[in-house]
Structures are given as structure tokens and as C-alpha cells.
């Protein structure tokens, strides 16, 4: 009889605890979304004075050829710098000198960087290369930058696809 009567307290206590915790809980639940920001548009991703080489698809779903006099390091800041405003993250440290991979989530999406600043053997190297890449709820974005050694440009190539919202 006794084990049917401590039973019964851990149940109404068991109960009781749900409740309560439940209520607790339910006080400190985030925000709901506010949506997925509109993809920003085609301009974003152009260079600024750049010369384009090349361009197919449509004004939100196009791959674009282009080059800069401007070196490696200014285009990839550049363009970590327009994936982080229209995601709404903050800039942060960004050093393509780097050798590396750097990958970021957030709530629509994640956001990756991959530079090459040559192999251990500097003088076998005769170019860099960076990529970045945005996989979103709004969009998908790839930007392949590269750069040979003496050479007067940077190449950009940009991949971009504003998706219709849901």
C-alpha cells in the first residue's frame, strides 16, 4: 500500500513540476521570424568598376564574367562585405590573406569562404584564388575570384539565383 502512496506524490509531483517548468519555459521562448529578407538585387554583386566580360541568364539568375584592376584582397573584402550586409551579420575579422576554410550558419542560411594563399613553396606559386559561397533561403550566391602573379587584373566570376519567396 505504501509503494501506491509514494507513487501517487512522485506522480503529483511529477505533474506538478511539468506544469510549472512548462510555464517557465513558455515565458522565455524567442521571438517568432520576421521572414526571410527579400534576395538583394543583381547590382549588389557587380563589382564597382568592373568591366564585364560575359553575362547569361536573367536580371535574378545569372552568371557574370568580370575583372578589376583592383588586387585580390580589395574584391574580397568587397564582396564579404556585401554577403554579410544583406544577410545581416556582422562583419567581423576578414583576412583574405589567409590559407583556410571559414563556414557561418545563421537563421536563413550559411555563408562559406575558402582562400588559397599558396602552397608551402612560395616561389612555386603564380596565383591566388578565393571563393565564396551562400547557400539561403532567399538566394544562392558563388563568387570565384582569382589573380596570376604579375598580371594587371582580377577575374570574378558570380553565380547568383534570387529565389521566389514562400
Request: proline content about 8%; some cysteine.
Amino acid at each position: 500500500m505504501l509503494k501506491y502512496v509514494v507513487g501517487g506524490v512522485v506522480f503529483l509531483l511529477a505533474v506538478a513540476a511539468a506544469f510549472y517548468g512548462g510555464l517557465f519555459i513558455g515565458r522565455a521562448r524567442p521571438d517568432a521570424p520576421l521572414g526571410v529578407p527579400p534576395p538583394p538585387p543583381a547590382e549588389h554583386w557587380t563589382y564597382p568598376g568592373s568591366k564585364e566580360l560575359m553575362r547569361s541568364g536573367s536580371h535574378n539568375d545569372f552568371l557574370s564574367v568580370l575583372t578589376t584592376a583592383d588586387d585580390l584582397d580589395a574584391v574580397a573584402h568587397f564582396y564579404h562585405r556585401q554577403i554579410t550586409r544583406a544577410n545581416g551579420m556582422p562583419e567581423g575579422n576578414f583576412n583574405p590573406q589567409g590559407t583556410g576554410l571559414s563556414n557561418t550558419g545563421w537563421g536563413w542560411g550559411s555563408y562559406c569562404y575558402a582562400t588559397d594563399a599558396g602552397p608551402p613553396d612560395k616561389a612555386a606559386r603564380k596565383g591566388r584564388v578565393a571563393a565564396f559561397e551562400v547557400r539561403s533561403h532567399g538566394y544562392d550566391l558563388d563568387v570565384f575570384l582569382s589573380r596570376a602573379e604579375g598580371e594587371g587584373h582580377t577575374h570574378v566570376v558570380v553565380t547568383y539565383h534570387a529565389k521566389e519567396p514562400h
